[in-house]
């Protein structure tokens, strides 16, 4: 039988993680597959998944602006692929909204957002 | 795997009320009136009805029960399903299996909605998703832009090329005198609309308008005693491959690369069989990746495949024929709307728009964030 965790289920344990400043994702124990979102085991198989630092390195996969009224800026929304594979909704920072290009090598980075801490990614540069 | 129940059911009965405006009622209301239509179109009554299979954009807990009460009778299948907008072709592959199976004799399928002079603007239920939500998407467009953004880049599809699917919707519209925006559009017009997320601008997005709508299915022996002309079932699939955009597996290909074969094979026909397509344009991209993904242009060809007017009037594929939900109407969810115009082709009432002896159809269904998928394959002899 499955034990309940005094830390919580996954998404508890994830949200603290990232409070503490570490960006962390699950892999499958014997597999090795590399799992995001938080998950109580892994798709598909329900194997037992294990918690690791992401590299945070990770690229572009595809990216669009939301255009807003002025003064309100437009902003970007963009799906990054994680170098360990699963692919996740973020933003691209410290550039144009429009700037952020299908294939930009990005790196993770944790901040303050409107609701606690907030992952979002910026180009990794040459 | 039992062998789907081809051509053993049929639509006997559509209506449509309130695509152009229904201010005042609400949903239920709406649904409850095209569902009598739908039924008087059969030569049936509400009390002929035991499966019911009714969705809303707004339901809650306990939806259809209401509905069942307002025409006042005791379904043994009461179905309210959420998958979005994919779910009445769903209804669909599901009731020719209940009436084949004999569970149920008459299945009503239908939907409702206000959005437009209720709210003006599409309404959801729709739950907000913690690994996304905090990015604010201004969903449903942001995820249909990831994946119009996507398909530019592996494919070299251009915005021009979106332009042709909307130009396209919008020459039919013209010639439907229930489609909202019948002005024919100019690729000049089209290029200058506002751009709300990138590349998807104001004209690459489905109209927000009221609108309900009903079907009646039976099995095709009792369906040949009744009013109007039988409009044989011979194929229905569906499949739902993620919930949010972050989990599509290819934002490329959507599920209907898999259940589009499938009830291509149910029907016995293939892409060059069907006389009459009606996909659920939600968006531009919409059309072009279903155009792929049921197999009537190789993947990546979309694009190009539209170009020249060849779904538009005069061309050589009649895609959405009533205008879609780019021109014609979309109430929010708009897939029960792509099989009720596929009845009126084949029953030969479109008018203007009509498709010269058509005789094969199929009405896809789309659901959430390209999430949920279905089709549905019919005939008439």
Same mark, same amino acid.
């Given at each position: 039988?499955?034990?309940?965790?005094?830390?919580?289920?996954?998404?508890?344990?994830?949200?603290?993680?990232?409070?503490?400043?570490?960006?962390?994702?699950?892999?499958?124990?014997?597999?090795?597959?590399?799992?995001?979102?938080?998950?109580?085991?892994?798709?598909?198989?329900?194997?037992?998944?294990?918690?690791?630092?992401?590299?945070?390195?990770?690229?572009?996969?595809?990216?669009?602006?939301?255009?807003?009224?002025?003064?309100?800026?437009?902003?970007?929304?963009?799906?990054?692929?994680?170098?360990?594979?699963?692919?996740?909704?973020?933003?691209?920072?410290?550039?144009?909204?429009?700037?952020?290009?299908?294939?930009?090598?990005?790196?993770?980075?944790?901040?303050?957002?409107?609701?606690?801490?907030?992952?979002?990614?910026?180009?990794?540069?040459? | 795997?039992?062998?789907?129940?081809?051509?053993?059911?049929?639509?006997?009965? @559509? $209506?449509?009320?309130?695509?152009?405006?229904?201010?005042?009622?609400?949903?239920?209301?709406?649904?409850? *009136? #095209? &569902? !009598?239509?739908?039924?008087?179109?059969?030569?049936?009554?509400?009390?002929?009805?035991?499966?019911?299979?009714?969705?809303?954009?707004?339901?809650?807990?306990?939806?259809?029960?209401?509905?069942?009460?307002?025409?006042?009778?005791?379904?043994?299948?009461?179905?309210?399903?959420?998958?979005?907008?994919?779910?009445?072709?769903?209804?669909?592959?599901?009731?020719?299996?209940?009436?084949?199976?004999?569970?149920?004799?008459?299945?009503?399928?239908?939907?409702?909605?206000?959005?437009?002079?209720?709210?003006?603007?599409?309404?959801?239920?729709?739950?907000?998703?913690?690994?996304?939500?905090?990015?604010?998407?201004?969903?449903?467009?942001?995820?249909?832009?990831?994946? @119009? $953004?996507?398909?530019?880049?592996?494919?070299?599809?251009?915005?021009?090329?979106?332009?042709?699917?909307? *130009? #396209? &919707? !919008?020459?039919?519209?013209?010639?439907?005198?229930?489609?909202?925006?019948?002005?024919?559009?100019?690729?000049?017009?089209?290029?200058?609309?506002?751009?709300?997320?990138?590349?998807?601008?104001?004209?690459?997005?489905?109209?927000?308008?009221?609108?309900?709508?009903?079907?009646?299915?039976?099995?095709?022996?009792?369906?040949?005693?009744?009013?109007?002309?039988?409009?044989?079932?011979?194929?229905?699939?569906?499949?739902?491959?993620?919930?949010?955009?972050?989990?599509?597996?290819?934002?490329?290909?959507?599920?209907?690369?898999?259940?589009?074969?499938?009830?291509?094979?149910?029907?016995?026909?293939?892409?060059?069989?069907?006389?009459?397509?009606?996909?659920?344009? @939600?968006?531009?991209?919409?059309?072009?990746?279903?155009?792929?993904?049921?197999?009537?242009?190789?993947?990546?060809?979309?694009? !190009?495949?539209?170009?020249?007017?060849?779904?538009?009037?005069?061309?050589?594929?009649?895609?959405?024929?009533?205008?879609?939900?780019?021109?014609?109407?979309?109430?929010?969810?708009?897939?029960?709307?792509?099989?009720?115009?596929?009845?009126?082709?084949?029953?030969?009432?479109?008018?203007?728009?009509?498709?010269?002896?058509?005789?094969?159809?199929?009405?896809?269904?789309?659901?959430?964030?390209?999430?949920?998928?279905?089709?549905?394959?019919?005939?008439?002899?």
């Amino acid at each position: 039988m499955t034990e309940v965790s005094s830390d919580g289920g996954p998404n508890a344990q994830y949200a603290k993680f990232l409070a503490e400043g570490r960006f962390m994702i699950q892999r499958g124990k014997k597999s090795g597959k590399a799992v995001f979102y938080p998950r109580a085991y892994a798709p598909g198989t329900g194997e037992e998944l294990e918690w690791v630092e992401a590299s945070g390195k990770g690229t572009v996969y595809s990216t669009t602006v939301v255009r807003k009224k002025p003064p309100t800026p437009d902003y970007n929304i963009a799906l990054i692929e994680l170098e360990e594979g699963p692919r996740l909704t973020s933003r691209v920072e410290g550039v144009e909204a429009a700037d952020v290009k299908i294939g930009m090598a990005v790196n993770a980075q944790i901040i303050d957002g409107e609701e606690g801490p907030l992952l979002v990614f910026i180009p990794a540069g040459d | 795997m039992t062998k789907f129940p081809r051509g053993k059911t049929a639509i006997v009965g @559509a $209506a449509l009320f309130g695509g152009r405006g229904a201010p005042g009622y609400d949903p239920d209301e709406i649904a409850g *009136i #095209a &569902a !009598r239509d739908a039924l008087f179109d059969a030569g049936l009554t509400p009390a002929d009805v035991d499966g019911l299979f009714v969705t809303h954009s707004n339901d809650a807990f306990g939806g259809g029960l209401q509905l069942a009460q307002y025409l006042g009778i005791e379904p043994i299948v009461a179905d309210n399903s959420r998958t979005g907008g994919n779910v009445f072709q769903s209804y669909l592959e599901r009731a020719a299996w209940l009436l084949d199976a004999g569970l149920i004799n008459v299945a009503l399928i239908t939907y409702g909605s206000n959005q437009a002079s209720a709210t003006g603007k599409l309404t959801s239920s729709r739950k907000p998703f913690a690994y996304e939500a905090p990015y604010k998407p201004l969903n449903p467009i942001t995820s249909y832009a990831l994946a @119009a $953004a996507r398909h530019m880049h592996e494919f070299g599809t251009t915005k021009e090329q979106l332009g042709h699917v909307a *130009i #396209a &919707a !919008r020459s039919w519209a013209a010639l439907n005198p229930d489609a909202a925006n019948r002005e024919q559009l100019s690729m000049d017009e089209y290029m200058g609309a506002r751009i709300i997320c990138d590349p998807l601008g104001k004209l690459d997005c489905c109209l927000v308008t009221d609108g309900g709508g009903a079907i009646v299915m039976t099995r095709m022996d009792r369906a040949k005693d009744l009013r109007s002309k039988p409009v044989s079932v011979l194929g229905a699939t569906s499949r739902t491959t993620h919930d949010q955009i972050m989990g599509m597996p290819d934002l490329t290909t959507t599920g209907l690369a898999e259940c589009g074969k499938r009830a291509f094979t149910d029907a016995g026909l293939g892409p060059n069989d069907i006389d009459v397509l009606e996909l659920y344009d @939600a968006f531009t991209i919409n059309t072009i990746l279903f155009l792929e993904d049921l197999g009537f242009c190789p993947k990546g060809e979309g694009g !190009r495949f539209v170009e020249d007017g060849r779904i538009a009037v005069g061309g050589s594929l009649p895609v959405n024929t009533n205008g879609g939900g780019l021109s014609c109407m979309h109430p929010g969810m708009y897939g029960l709307f792509t099989i009720i115009e596929a009845v009126r082709q084949l029953r030969g009432e479109c008018g203007d728009r009509q498709v010269n002896g058509a005789k094969t159809a199929l009405a896809q269904g789309n659901g959430g964030l390209l999430s949920s998928q279905a089709v549905a394959i019919m005939a008439v002899d």
